[in-house]
């Protein structure tokens, strides 16, 4: 497996592995194929990076900026994090979040925030936080990882594209 940044040619696997990957998700909006589009044309994709197998792209990480009402600076959106369903299970999503998360903290990111599954992001070091809001998520489903400096407090926003629909 080979976890590389994103190329034009990327694209079309991008958006079709995101769609797949997200299909059956109980409480997916089925846009995250846009979101990552929309981060893309505001220039706000900071971390776009693919696993390839075989020559095949197989998966994808995005991470943008958020903004958070503390005031602190720095601080980046985890997502989508997408892996083509047939090869689910076998470390492609790891592997993308801890490359994403290297890349990030070589930008001078002093944390990440994601909405998702405790379970499965606990094993980078993200946790629920009372600290941080996001109107609308489940406080167990917001998660943190501060990277350096001080951990953030208070309402989290992220960037427009994550209101895309198409």
Do not use: C, K, W
């Given at each position: 497996m080979i976890i590389r940044t994103e190329r034009?040619?990327?694209?079309?696997?991008?958006?079709?592995?995101?769609?797949?990957?997200?299909?059956?998700e109980p409480h997916s909006r089925h846009t995250e194929?846009?979101?990552i589009a929309a981060l893309r044309a505001a220039g706000a994709l900071r971390?776009?990076?693919?696993?390839?197998?075989?020559?095949?792209?197989?998966?994808?990480?995005?991470?943008?900026?958020?903004?958070?009402?503390?005031g602190s600076a720095d601080w980046y959106g985890v997502g989508p994090l997408a892996v083509?369903?047939?090869?689910?299970?076998?470390g492609i999503g790891?592997?993308?979040?801890?490359?994403?998360l290297a890349a990030v903290r070589k930008l001078g990111g002093q944390g990440c925030v994601l909405v998702g599954d405790p379970a499965f992001y606990a094993r980078f070091g993200f946790r629920a936080t009372p600290?941080?809001?996001?109107?609308?998520?489940?406080?167990?489903?917001?998660?943190a990882l501060t990277l350096a400096g001080e951990d953030a407090r208070g309402r989290v926003t992220f960037h427009p594209a994550f209101a895309a629909e198409a």
């Open positions: 034009e040619t990327d694209l079309p696997a991008i958006a079709l592995i995101t769609q797949a990957a997200f299909a059956t194929q846009f979101i971390v776009s990076l693919v696993a390839e197998v075989d020559g095949q792209v197989v998966g994808h990480v995005a991470f943008s900026p958020v903004t958070l009402s503390d083509s369903p047939e090869v689910q299970n076998r790891t592997a993308l979040m801890h490359a994403g600290a941080l809001t996001l109107d609308g998520v489940p406080p167990e489903n917001l998660l």
